[in-house]
């Protein structure tokens, strides 16, 4: 037994070589091909996260646009707003101190309601249409208090939509 064992051993250390170098080729293809694939997944993962930084500088970018528009918007709301309340108090200084006087205009094909309106009602100046009654001070004052809010509101109001158009753009 022995002596077939030791005329089949150059075939059985042939076959145990040959084995081991197929083992070894074989892991060296699969090593291969695993380096191929990291270097596939590193390229698909450089590629991804360069798109993400993009994006991310060009989401950067519209924000910074968007917050430069709205503090313009923010400006402008702010000089007409304090432009219209220079003119309001500079409107009731000017009441107030008697160098304007606000009137309304009376409708002279309404009778006045019962009321005759003195002779000595008409305006000391000369004024373009129909008969003029002038107003107290301090009523004109309300009314000018009340158009002062009023254009208030308005401006607001505009800024807010120049807010909304801005956001939705």
Known sequence: MNAILLRRLPYIAALLIGAGGAWMWQANSYGKQLAEQALLHQSDLDTISNAAAAKLRTDQDKRHALEQRLSASERTHYKELSDAQINQKRLRDHLA???????????????AGGCAMPAGTEAVCVVHGGARAQLDPAHAQRIVAITDDGDQGLIALRACQT???EISR
């Open 97 to 111: 101190t008697s160098d304007l006087r606000l009137s309304v205009l009376l409708d002279s094909t309404e009778p």
């Open 163 to 165: 807010y909304v158009r």
